[in-house]
């Protein structure tokens, strides 16, 4: 069965550290993944999504950066936090078919 | 940019009622999604409706898209307490890219 799994579930980052989210997939190939921000209260803004490997679209410019080295594997990214970057953040893929799976989430509080 | 534009915002109900939750969007899109978010955690996909068809229903659920009009309703018949959730609709663009709305907060009393 294809199942996501995202982590840490909750992350506490002073201001200007880097940053690094790992999201992985199993029992499907080839997917598309994505990264949402949620902040609170709000819907889902998208922020990156990948095709294939080392193929990245930004959908935002903002302080973040996105890779994907393996088939399966999305990393969240940043050289240095902003408190604007906290939040609850979601990867997500889908199989080739149009529904989207969604991971547990990170939940980001930079401090 | 968001697609999807959620009414009401926030939603309570007594247990037993139908709960409807609309939504708005503003471009073409492949097809609509109805997800259900518990507090603090990831999203759960619902259903989806083509933007070829008009209605569809997942058990107690029931979507319908207009097209003509760029707007889906989501219906919860028979409402739970488990049912209490944010409701968001998304449209999925070229890609397979989700535009989400602000979403619907469901409160259901028992």
């Known amino acids: 069965s294809q199942t996501i799994h995202q982590w840490p579930a909750t992350l506490v980052q002073p201001v200007g550290s880097p940053l690094s989210l790992e999201c992985t997939v199993e029992?499907?190939?080839?997917?598309?993944l994505y990264w949402y921000r949620q902040a609170a209260g709000r819907g889902l803004q998208l922020l990156f999504y990948?095709?294939?490997?080392?193929?990245i679209s930004s959908e935002v410019p903002q302080n973040l950066s996105a890779s994907r080295p393996q088939d399966r594997q999305f990393i969240l990214s940043s050289k240095k936090l902003l408190l604007s970057d906290s939040g609850f953040y979601l990867c997500?893929?889908?199989?080739?078919?149009?529904?989207?799976?969604f991971g547990p989430g990170t939940r980001l509080l930079v401090l | 940019s968001q697609q999807g534009e959620e009414d009401p915002q926030a939603l309570s109900i007594q247990e037993g009622e139908n709960a409807t939750m609309n939504c708005s969007y503003k471009?073409?899109?492949?097809?609509l999604q109805w997800y259900r978010q518990n507090s603090g955690r990831g999203l759960v996909h619902l259903i989806l409706?083509?933007?070829?068809?008009r209605e569809k229903h997942s058990g107690r659920l029931r979507v319908t898209l207009d097209t003509s009009k760029k707007s889906s309703s989501l219906l919860i018949t028979a409402s739970r307490a488990a049912d209490t959730a944010s409701y968001f609709c998304a449209g999925e663009e070229y890609g397979n890219k989700l535009v989400f709305g602000a979403g619907t907060i469901l409160r259901v009393k028992s």
């Open positions: 029992g499907t190939s080839n997917p598309n």
């Open positions: 990948s095709v294939g490997i080392g193929q």
């Open positions: 471009t073409s899109i492949n097809n």
């Open positions: 409706i083509r933007s070829n068809e």
């Open positions: 997500a893929f889908t199989p080739r078919e149009e529904t989207q799976y």
